[in-house]
């Protein structure tokens, strides 16, 4: 391992992400937020400027210390896991400088909740009584989250090649990372235009319906990332019926693996259409809609309401236009089942992947025809392809590991005081980046033990990466070889 790579690396990290303080400043001496100091300047300006002064001076010297260049696998691996936290910690400063929040764990939960997409808040209800500026950081450190900001990082480095691919599949969220360009700092970029204009996109749209400036940046910044953060209290919900049925297709979209959204604006729909993940992802969306929409007839739930629930957990987005933790046992569970499924592979969603709960299903029927007839060779297929047995395997150990840490979590949680709908429901949100709960955590952490909401927010910071990156770092070999092989990744054609 050479820590000098990967301190060199993380500072020219420190120095990208230290740029994303500036941007609370505007609203801080747009509105002019109180207090005022010097009798001009807005304090919390003050402190993001202070943030982000500090970030970047402090990427310098660790960049000078270190070497920024070419890294292995097991090296990406540990500055994938190590960049999360320390930006988390970072990013966690101007909640407690502010005062918006006065526990240090609770700032590092909302701060690791931002970054993460989960949108789960320990903030006091109502939400508009908060300064404009921090609860647009906390809009923007989703956005930032939801693409990567390793993502970002590799599209502005130019010393990573090998090295850059590593990084990309250590954080990207899936199974694997799709090169769309030949060169993996063309993928990066590409990935980031098309997250910049599906937001910038959605911005245009919401303030052609007549939403406030402010309203559209910050819902577009957390609709892209299917984070769910909103400065209102009731959520989406704050807007008309009209508004709500806007972020449907966004969220929709926004859980569609961005490497699908490239070959759609090159014109090859005809892929799209057949990619199985895909079609898999919609007939869940079409049928956990039905199933509320025509058994709640005693509920009297809206297709509006039904849907977009359903699109918002499954798409781990968060965001909510109905008290859904007050429906019918049925939905609830099925609510809960959809946290764990989450979006499609390579998206910006949670969870453990459309893709890989087709692969289990697939597996299961495999094993299924074996059994009546052993001597038959079968493959399991996606699309035209064949999945390889390594493929397969990893995503079985992936479903095992991921099942084994929710039911640690919820455990945790139950013996901390939690009923068990509430344990379940918090281990299940926030390992899979959805947010919003059942229970006790339908709308906050508050309820939560403060050990708890630690607990959770490392429960994110798993499930943020993939849970494999973060089991790895217990391995001590990954700090003995210097070249490790692939313990996380695995390829293979998808259609």
Not at 370 to 387: A, K, Q, W, Y
Request: charged share 15%; proline share 4%; hydrophobic share 55%.
């Amino acid at each position: 391992m050479r820590w000098k790579v990967v301190i060199g690396n993380l500072g020219s990290i420190l120095k990208i992400f230290g740029l994303a303080f500036f941007v609370p400043v505007i609203p801080a001496v747009w509105y002019f937020e109180a207090p005022i100091i010097f009798g001009f300047l807005p304090y919390n300006a003050l402190v993001f400027l202070f943030m982000a002064s500090f970030t970047i001076t402090l990427g310098y010297p660790a960049q000078t210390f270190g070497r920024p260049e070419d890294f292995y696998n097991n090296e990406a691996i540990v500055l994938v896991s190590f960049t999360w936290i320390i930006l988390a910690l970072i990013s966690s400063v101007p909640f407690l400088m502010t005062s918006t929040l006065s526990s240090p764990i609770d700032a590092f939960f909302e701060a690791m909740s931002g970054l993460t997409t989960t949108g789960a808040t320990v903030l006091s209800f109502p939400l508009n009584e908060y300064a404009k500026s921090i609860m647009l950081w906390r809009a923007l450190l989703q956005w930032l989250g939801g693409m990567g900001i390793i993502v970002l990082s590799v599209a502005i480095l130019t010393k990573l090649s090998s090295g850059g691919l590593s990084l990309l599949e250590a954080e990207a969220p899936g199974p694997t990372i799709t090169r769309l360009k030949p060169k993996i700092k063309e993928t990066a970029k590409t990935l980031w235009y098309i997250y910049c204009l599906f937001t910038l996109m959605l911005v245009i749209i919401l303030l052609g319906a007549r939403v406030s400036l402010y309203d559209a940046v910050y819902h577009s910044f957390t609709t892209m990332p299917t984070g769910g953060f909103s400065p209102h209290t009731n959520s989406v919900a704050y807007f008309s019926s009209t508004i709500q049925w806007i972020f449907i297709p966004f969220m929709i979209i926004a859980g569609v693996n961005f490497s699908l959204h490239y070959q759609a604006f090159h014109g090859n729909f005809k892929k799209v259409l057949k990619n199985s993940e895909f079609r898999t992802y919609l007939g869940i969306i079409i049928g956990a809609t039905a199933i509320i929409t025509f058994l709640g007839a005693p509920a009297e739930i809206p297709l509006r309401d039904a849907l977009f629930q359903t699109v918002s957990v499954v798409t781990t987005t968060g965001y909510t236009t109905a008290a859904f933790d007050a429906w019918p046992e049925l939905f609830r569970m099925l609510l809960l089942m959809l946290m764990f499924i989450g979006g499609s592979a390579g998206s910006t969603g949670g969870g453990m992947k459309v893709l890989r709960i087709l692969l289990i299903f697939k597996m299961v029927k495999r094993k299924l025809k074996e059994f009546i007839n052993p001597r038959r060779v079968l493959v399991v297929r996606m699309g035209d392809s064949v999945v390889d047995e390594k493929t397969l395997e990893t995503v079985a150990m992936f479903f095992c590991a991921y099942l084994l840490i929710f039911a640690v979590g919820a455990f945790i949680l139950v013996a901390l005081g939690l009923d068990m709908i509430s344990a379940f429901a918090a281990s299940a949100t926030s390992l899979g980046n959805v947010g919003p709960g059942l229970g006790l955590v339908a709308s906050d952490f508050r309820a939560i033990p403060v050990s708890g909401r630690l607990f959770m927010a490392i429960f994110m910071w798993i499930g943020r990466l993939e849970v494999f990156t973060a089991i790895v770092l217990f391995n001590p070999s990954l700090y003995k070889k210097k070249k490790l092989r692939k313990l996380l990744s695995f390829e293979f054609s998808r259609s």
